[in-house]
Structure formats: C-alpha cells, structure tokens
C-alpha cells in the first residue's frame, strides 16, 4: 500500500470529480471531502495510524471499480492472470503462482 498512497494525489486529481470516484469520496467524513488535499490527509492520517475503518478499507480495494489506482490496477490485473490460467490448460502449472 505504500506506493498507492504515493499514487493517491495523482488520482484524486485525475478522479476527484468523476462520477466513478464519487461514492468513494461520499463514504469519507464530509469535513474530509472538501478538497483532494483534506481527502489525502485524512487518508494518510488513517493509514499512519493503523486506522481499520470500512470507508479506507473501500478505497483501498475491496470494491473499488479496476484503474482508480495503480495498487487497484495490479490487484485487478493479477486476478484476470489468475482467471486465464486456470482457464487454459497450458498455464495451469503457474495458477499457484497467483
């Protein structure tokens, strides 16, 4: 998760206003939801803190639509690999890699 902290002000900046980010960012406090930059604080803050709260824990992943992020993107990515290797009977010998 480090680096998609890193990557966090690139996509708010990209995402902030999109439709598709928007139940993301409705989840958070409202005082936090004010501007990208409060957003990535309080961000920052929660995961300095070890903070286990459902609306981060959205972010981070769980159900968060693929390409929001490049941490999303990979875990996107190594789960359709997962899905074509075990759905083609040459490259089932790497599922376990997955």
Partial sequence: FPYALKALPDV???KWDHPEFEPYRSAFPPEYRTSPEQFNAHVGDL???DV???YLKNLQGKSVPCGTSTFLR???WSRKMANNIRHNS???SLAHLF
């Fill in 12 to 14: 708010l900046a990209q």
């Fill in 52 to 54: 286990k709260i459902a």
């Fill in 47 to 49: 995961t300095a803190r």
């Fill in 74 to 76: 990979a875990r996107c």
């Fill in 90 to 92: 040459n490259l089932r």
